[in-house]
């Protein structure tokens, strides 16, 4: 049974900073792609980020140059490091495991899915 469990969502000020975290369990976490997706209210779910098994990475075009995605398959952990937040950045962002080892920017692309965490941005 895969689990994947996110942290780190939270109130903060535009400008602010948050570092999401997902432990996963249940896989050979360095074995797949992990990524990042966020759902706004009113809105579908989109993409956020993505990581390679072997650390590649992309990004959507709307948080490039402010997040981070990063993996430490020893704590079977992915991460988003958040700069620069903006009001339009308030969402529900949810961790996924891929199906392969390779990124993909689309739902279709992962089978395991978090609970997700809430991160809203004041401005």
């Known amino acids: 049974q895969v689990q994947l469990v996110e942290s780190g969502g939270g109130l903060v000020q535009a400008g602010g900073s948050l570092r999401l975290s997902c432990a996963a369990s249940?896989?050979?976490?360095?074995?797949?792609?992990m990524g990042w997706f966020r759902q706004a209210p009113g809105k579908e779910r989109a993409f956020v980020a993505t990581?390679?098994?072997?650390?590649?990475?992309y990004y959507a075009d709307s948080v490039k140059g402010r997040f981070t995605i990063s993996r430490d398959n020893a704590k079977n952990t992915v991460y988003l490091q958040m700069n620069s937040l903006k009001p339009e950045d308030t969402a529900v962002y949810y961790c996924a495991s891929a199906r392969t080892l390779y990124i993909y920017d689309k739902e279709y692309g992962y089978d395991y899915w978090g609970q997700g965490t809430r991160v809203t941005v004041s401005s």
């Open positions: 249940g896989r050979t976490f360095s074995s797949y792609a």
């Open positions: 990581i390679s098994s072997g650390g590649v990475t």
